[in-house]
Nanobody
Framework: QVQLVESGGGLVQPGGSLRLSCAAS????????MGWYRQAPGKQRELVAT???????NYGDSVKGRFTISRDNAKNTVYLQMNSLKPEDTAVYYC??????????????WGQGTQVTVSS
């Protein structure tokens, strides 16, 4: 099994910054793509950003230019640097990983989520 553990959420004022981390562990053969999604109360889960093992990135329109996704393949960890935060960024942020486990079975797993609140 592959587990994801997120950290770094919290309360920040508008215009501030936060950095989220997500570490994958377990029976990992490969992690083809890692990413972040978020869900605000009463809304559907939406894409924040994804990054492939080769470093290709994709961002949701609402975060382009403000958020940066990166990963450390050696540590099986993905990061999300969030700058110029707005109240509408308030949500639970979920880490996602897609790849193959040690049995060469595809996994598409989620972390437990970390709360980000942007408020003065």
């Amino acid at each position: 099994q592959v587990q994801l553990v997120e950290s770094g959420g919290g309360l920040v004022q508008p215009g501030g910054s936060l950095r989220l981390s997500c570490a994958a562990s377990g029976s990992i053969f490969s992690i083809n793509r890692m990413g972040w999604y978020r869900q605000a109360p009463g809304k559907q889960r939406e894409l924040v950003a994804t990054i492939t093992s080769g470093g290709n990135t994709n961002y949701g329109d609402s975060v382009k230019g403000r958020f940066t996704i990166s990963r450390d393949n050696a540590k099986n960890t993905v990061y999300l640097q969030m700058n110029s935060l707005k109240p509408e960024d308030t949500a639970v942020y979920y880490c996602n990983a897609l790849g193959y486990d040690s049995s060469r079975v595809v996994y598409d797993n989620w972390g437990q989520g970390t709360q980000v609140t942007v408020s003065s």
